[in-house]
């Protein structure tokens, strides 16, 4: 099992329509949690951290489910400037060798259309 | 100036060529990273650095070393490049555990 997992679409929508990503995680001792938004042949960029009572930044919506071990993105009203791959990215935290290494989801890819 | 800076942008070297990717960074942090990045792969850590005199591999480590010059620099060498070495190299920082990374802008390297 990848240590972390997401749909990697692509998923196609309107403008104005909400969309949901959702990733999971393999390690229960996983502490940290970021979505990243990367434009294609660009850096990834930090989106959001992910915090446990979830939280929200304008449209943006993410969510921790530390039980099921996912997290999760929402997107209301999409715009066209939101296409983009979307990396789910965990701090494992375990100590030894995952220690202070990001690990990174192979992405989602967003397009939105007119 | 951006934060974290990669040169160059772009570069065609032949095969068994050595070749060197810069990475400076003006954010004051100690930690380190080199990654890869390849189509259906995502991002590969190949080597990472906690300070001055730290250095680790990453998951995909061969074939490559690296330098860390002073806390600002973080250079990344292929001793003697291969085709399957063309893939967008990206440096990043972090200020410590629990916190994100910031990038660098990448450089796109191919090996002919």
């Known amino acids: 099992r990848k240590e972390v997992e997401q749909d990697p679409g692509p998923f196609n929508v309107p403008e104005g329509a909400t969309v949901a990503f959702n990733c999971t995680y393999s390690?229960?001792?996983?502490?940290?949690f970021f979505w990243y938004r990367q434009d294609c042949r660009k850096e990834p960029k930090l989106l959001m951290s992910?915090?446990?009572s979830g939280n929200e930044d304008g449209r943006f919506t993410a969510q921790l489910n530390r039980a099921s071990q996912y997290i999760s993105l929402l997107i209301r009203d999409s715009k066209l400037s939101d296409s983009a791959t979307y990396l789910c990215?965990?701090?494992?935290?375990?100590?030894?060798?995952?220690?202070?290494?990001?690990?990174f989801g192979q992405g989602t890819i967003l397009t939105v259309h007119p | 100036d951006a934060d974290v800076t990669q040169t160059p942008r772009n570069r065609i070297t032949k095969t068994g060529k050595r070749i060197m990717l810069e990475c400076s960074q003006t954010k004051g942090h100690d930690r380190m990273y080199w990654y890869r990045q390849d189509p259906g792969l995502g991002l590969r850590l190949i080597y990472y650095s906690f300070d001055v005199k730290d250095i680790n591999k990453g998951e995909i480590s061969d074939g490559y070393s690296v330098s860390r010059q002073a806390q600002a620099k973080f250079s990344l060498s292929l001793e003697s490049a291969i085709p399957n070495q063309t893939a967008l190299y990206f440096c990043a920082t972090s200020s410590g555990e629990g916190y994100g990374y910031t990038f660098g802008s990448g450089t796109r390297l191919t090996v002919v």
């Open positions: 992910v915090y446990s």
């Open positions: 990215v965990v701090n494992p935290n375990a100590g030894g060798t995952s220690y202070g290494k990001l690990t």
């Open positions: 390690n229960s001792a996983s502490q940290s």
